[in-house]
């Protein structure tokens, strides 16, 4: 199993546990940058093109293929899925194609791919001024939710009670557009669909973030995950909890919109991740993102319901139909977290107790930042500190594991201009 994985930007290193995963499964992995360091990834199996141009990395994937002739191409990053796209149509190996892949990206080409095909969402309307926001606002009612169209991690994601909030998220929104890091790391070159924001109408109830497979005309619900977060105006991934607490029939209602959703954003053979919320009692999509979901979710998915989106990947990456069947739950109690720092600011230090990584519940920890790094918080940004999982014996024991450990875990942060 010879596969390549591509990001046109290196997101520092937070792809790197998951290609140990992808090793860990028997493949020869090898990676290919377009921007990044030289000391990423073992030299025999890494090659930086130099540039992150569409062009430049097809080149470079086409004559690294000649020498080791890939099985498949494919991506973890959110920025990369129209990249992995083009390369793999450019070197004939599996892939979505970039009409879906683009689909599947671009929010607003989400949107209106779910509206032809039926699939549940909310309302939306594309706005390039205050005064559009202002008029999806009125036309919608309030709350609403204003987004950037090529976002990820819920970046600049704001609610908005009123019209008062809505011109102060928009202007922070708008700015954020300008300095939206997801976006710098997209590949030059490709048709992305229009870069701008998005004003929605409010799903008002619970959300549900679901690993899935696409495989021609069926679609597999691996993995349901209920995040817990309690909800102010910006939006942290940052609680979960699994095994889900929905009934049957409201998996099968979550399958439904899922297939509906898949279908209409073409895609046949893919690795999903959907972000579902029940509104008024009917699922409505969120998003479907053609990649697994990040946080700790790949490693709750194997413990709480035996589903590997990890090694999903690389077989949809190679043609292969994973071993995907409907969701089943084990019945082991997880709990996930984003480790948050208190206010925005630059690293000095991030404290983790002796032994909180070794200990036989805690699953996942991961820190994504370090020393030296800029983190921003609402409204100037999304940033955080890492991930931790815990199992439990209960809904009630996994949580109180997960925040009892998390609140050890904390930073020192000196003045983001000093």
Request: aromatic residues 8%; contains cysteine; negative net charge.
């Amino acid at each position: 199993m010879r596969l390549l994985a591509l990001e046109a930007r290196q997101n520092a290193t937070y792809y790197v546990s998951r290609y140990e995963q992808v090793v860990g499964l028997g493949a020869d992995l090898y990676v290919l940058n377009g921007e990044g360091t030289e000391d990423f990834w073992p030299a025999d199996r890494y090659r930086v093109a130099g540039s992150r141009s569409i062009e430049a990395l097809i080149a470079a994937a086409k004559e690294w293929h000649a020498e080791e002739r890939f099985e498949g191409v494919f991506t973890f990053s959110e920025s990369g899925v129209l990249a992995v796209a083009a390369v793999a149509e450019a070197l004939g190996l599996p892939g979505i194609g970039v009409e879906a892949a683009r689909a599947s990206r671009n929010k607003l080409l989400m949107r209106q791919a779910h509206e032809r095909g039926g699939a549940a969402h909310p309302h939306f309307r594309f706005v390039t001024t205050e005064a559009e926001a202002l008029a999806a606002g009125e036309a919608f009612g309030y709350p609403v939710i204003v987004k950037p169209t090529l976002g990820a991690a819920s970046h600049y994601v704001f609610r908005a009670d009123d019209a008062a909030e809505l011109r102060q998220r928009y202007a922070q929104a708008a700015q954020g557009l300008t300095e939206l890091s997801w976006y710098a790391m997209e590949a030059d070159g490709l048709d992305l669909g229009p870069h701008g924001l998005l004003v929605e109408s409010f799903l008002d109830g619970d959300e549900f973030l679901v690993e899935a497979l696409a495989w021609d005309d069926e679609v597999y619900l691996g993995s349901i995950v209920d995040r817990v977060t309690a909800e102010g105006d910006t939006f942290d991934d940052d609680v979960h909890h699994a095994p889900t607490a929905l009934t049957p029939a409201q998996v099968e209602a979550l399958h439904e919109v899922v297939t509906a959703g898949a279908r209409a954003q073409g895609l046949r053979r893919s690795v999903m991740h959907a972000e579902v919320r029940f509104h008024e009692g009917r699922p409505h999509l969120v998003e479907i993102a053609v990649r697994p979901g990040g946080g700790g979710l790949d490693h709750m998915a194997r413990i709480s319901a035996g589903h590997d989106p990890i090694a999903a990947v690389a077989d949809v990456a190679r043609g292969v139909r994973p071993q995907a069947g409907h969701y089943r739950p084990t019945g082991v109690h997880t709990a996930a977290m984003c480790l948050l720092p208190p206010a925005s600011g630059r690293v000095a230090h991030v404290h983790v107790p002796d032994g909180l990584a070794d200990r036989d519940d805690v699953f996942f920890l991961k820190l994504t930042a370090k020393p030296g790094d800029l983190v921003r918080r609402p409204p100037a940004g999304n940033s955080i500190l890492g991930f931790l999982g815990v199992t439990g014996t209960s809904f009630e024991d996994a949580m109180c594991t997960a925040e009892e450990l998390a609140a050890q875990v904390r930073a020192d942060l000196t003045d983001p201009d000093a």
